[in-house]
């Protein structure tokens, strides 16, 4: 029998216990949102808007519920899809109406069917599946907005000063890393790129998540795709309204017009 180096079931060990702390983030946006829907089933059927009022209490009920819990499952899915490519921390507006219009389609065949059931004696007729797309879409983009700003988290561009204790997210360092100096932080799809002074590695995480765990390093967010430590930045400068940071290894870290003003108020472009 092969037994597996250590160095490979460390390595294995310390990728199920990240991708554990993924899963258990993940599960709270999925209460989160499911919460938010189960909220607006109560109101909605006490409401009774859209001509749900005709409905007795308990088929009323069942028709926001399969229409607002049945819309949440698909939206959250299509939510996280695009909050990891779009960046969504910075474009809420533009995720939230994309998300939308995304679901418009097949929130609107759930709605049309439970509402056929519920309404016309299990009738189902295609006239009625167009009048219900303005609806859903509005509905929709009200959900998404909603979920978008319970999961946002406050804009935070510098994180505190140097602590004595070790930041969380240098736990989550590959072996080979171990002992690094940590440089910057860019989101590469689902995973992040660590720069390091010992090369780079990837690990599964979302930007905004990283960034919470990396307080106590003196360090911004200057993209939406980035991160950088403060010590770690080689050159700066600040030309024609046009920012540009690099790393001791010459890359060059983006800066976005969002965090431009931020930084250029902390000294960050006065510093080299």
């Known amino acids: 029998m092969v037994r597996e180096p250590t160095s490979q079931f460390r390595e294995r060990l310390t990728r199920f216990i990240r991708d554990a702390r993924m899963t258990m983030k993940q599960a709270q946006d999925w209460y989160r949102a499911l919460l938010i829907a189960l909220v607006s089933v109560a109101v909605l059927t006490i409401l009774g808007p859209l001509g749900s009022s005709a409905l007795s209490l308990w088929p009323r009920l069942g028709y926001w519920f399969v229409g607002m819990v049945g819309g949440t499952v698909i939206g959250v899915i299509v939510v996280t899809y695009l909050r990891d490519r779009i960046g969504w921390a910075d474009r809420p507006i533009l995720t939230g109406l994309i998300a939308a219009a995304i679901l418009t389609g097949p929130v609107s065949l759930l709605v049309w069917a439970t509402g056929s059931i519920a309404f016309n ?3 189902f007729e295609l006239q009625a599946l167009g009048l219900d797309i303005v609806p859903v879409f509005t509905v929709s983009w009200c959900m998404c907005a909603i979920n978008l700003l319970a999961q946002r988290q406050p804009v935070e561009t510098h994180t505190h000063p140097a602590d004595p204790a070790a930041p969380r997210f240098l736990e989550r360092l590959p072996p080979k890393l171990c002992g690094a100096e940590l440089w910057a932080v860019e989101a590469e ?11 780079t590695d990837l690990v599964l995480m979302r930007l905004s998540d990283a960034i919470i765990e990396l307080d106590g390093i003196e360090g911004a967010q200057t993209h939406r795709s980035w991160w950088i430590a403060r010590k770690a930045v080689h050159a700066a400068e600040l030309i024609n309204g046009r920012a540009i940071l690099s790393l001791a290894d010459g890359t060059i870290v983006p800066v976005s017009r969002t965090y431009v003003r931020a930084l250029r108020a902390e000294g960050w472009f006065d510093q080299k």
Not at 189 to 198: A, G, I, K, V
């Open 121 to 123: 004696d299990d009738v």
């Open 189 to 199: 799809d689902h995973y992040l790129r660590l720069h390091t002074s010992q090369g």
